[in-house]
Nanobody, 123 residues
Framework: QVQLVESGGGLVQAGGSLRLSCAAS????????MGWFRQAPGKEREFVAT????????QYVDSVKGRFTISRDNAKNTVYLQMNGLKPEDTAFYYC????????????????WGQGTQVTVSS
């Protein structure tokens, strides 16, 4: 399995921006589809965004479309989540995920999870 380490979370005011990073190690990064999930207190973990191994295909949950952008740099073994126009309802623990089948990753077909990073958006 690939090992994942997230960074970049923090506290930001509504309307602000953050960029999350997820560094991968252990296996060939470019073999994996990558994604971001989040879990707010008292709620189930939900899919946020996924990106194919090549970076040419992406998917987003409707609530973040137009505000969040997922990208990857296979040379750096890193996937990013640029979050703009943050809202209080974006407050959650954000997890990086890796899977071998892009179309199934958003439905929880995850091979590896990161430890997560907290994002808090104040109103």
């Amino acid at each position: 399995q690939v090992q994942l380490v997230e960074s970049g979370g923090g506290l930001v005011q509504a309307g602000g921006s953050l960029r999350l990073s997820c560094a991968a190690s252990g296996r060939t990064f470019s073999n994996y589809a990558m994604g971001w999930f989040r879990q707010a207190p008292g709620k189930e973990r939900e899919f946020v965004a996924t990106i194919s191994w090549s970076g040419r295909s992406t998917q987003y949950v409707d609530s973040v479309k137009g505000r969040f952008t997922i990208s990857r740099d296979n040379a750096k073994n890193t996937v990013y989540l640029q979050m703009n126009g943050l809202k209080p309802e974006d407050t959650a623990f954000y997890y990086c995920a890796a899977g071998t089948i892009y179309d199934r990753l958003r439905f929880g077909a995850v091979g590896s999870w990161g430890q997560g990073t907290q994002v808090t958006v104040s109103s």
